[in-house]
T-cell receptor, first 114, second 113 residues
């Protein structure tokens, strides 16, 4: 069964460093998302991406964040200068289209900023 | 702004019992409602998706219902098993132009053998 994959599973970085989190969505899906979950808190939406551009972003997704689909399979989230409060589990998701709606999530990348 | 609430935050039931998990949302103009399972430290596994035009969906021992007018959804688990122990999350989808999911805080379910 097709699934969303994410790498790495765990990333440790120092405050101020740049990190890139990688995702491979399900191959025939057209809509891509990033969410995050700070330990003990709700899963929060960060950004959605369609047709090579951001379609929606939350107030969390400030200038420190960017997304890219560098090729036909990968979808990346970059955090330019990490802060302690960026420590969270980051989930990538994809859906085949808005009409179907069901979002499939990857296993997540645990980001720890020290 | 959509707010999604799940009560109770935690629930323990003996194995074999049927149980109901609750989800409420403040804005009834949703496009769909999705239920997920999350095991500790793991990702989200989609269980059921109910479109706004539907009243319920079933998958095996799981049945999810949706009542948009009252802003509620329930997840019914029949004949619970220890392997059902996990956190269950509901999330509302806003639809075209607002396709993000808004999540509740989850119900942590423990099935006692």
């Amino acid at each position: 069964e097709p699934e969303v994959t994410q790498t790495p599973s765990h990333q440790v970085t120092q405050m101020g460093q740049e990190v890139i989190l990688r995702c491979v969505p399900i191959s025939n899906h057209l809509y891509f998302y990033w969410y995050r979950q700070i330990l003990g808190q709700k899963v929060e939406f960060l950004v959605s991406f369609y047709n090579n551009e951001i379609s929606e972003k939350s107030e969390i997704f400030d200038d420190q964040f960017s997304v890219e689909r560098p090729d036909g399979s990968n979808f990346t989230l970059k955090i330019r200068s990490t802060k302690l409060e960026d420590s969270a589990m980051y989930f990538c998701a994809s859906s085949v289209d808005l009409g179907r709606g069901e979002q499939y999530f990857g296993p997540g990348t645990r980001l720890t900023v020290t | 702004k959509q707010e999604v609430t799940q009560i109770p935050a935690a629930l323990s039931v003996p194995e074999g019992e049927n149980l109901v998990l609750n989800c409420s949302f403040t804005d009834s103009a949703i496009y769909n409602l999705q239920w997920f399972r999350q095991d500790p430290g793991k990702g989200l596994t989609s269980l059921l998706l109910i479109q706004s035009s539907q009243r319920e969906q079933t998958s095996g021992r799981l049945n999810a219902s949706l009542d948009k007018s009252s802003g509620r959804s329930t997840l019914y688990i029949a004949a619970s098993q220890p392997g059902d122990s996990a956190t269950y999350l509901c999330a509302s989808g806003g639809g075209f132009g607002n396709e993000k999911l808004t999540f509740g805080t989850g119900t942590r379910l423990t099935i006692i053998p």
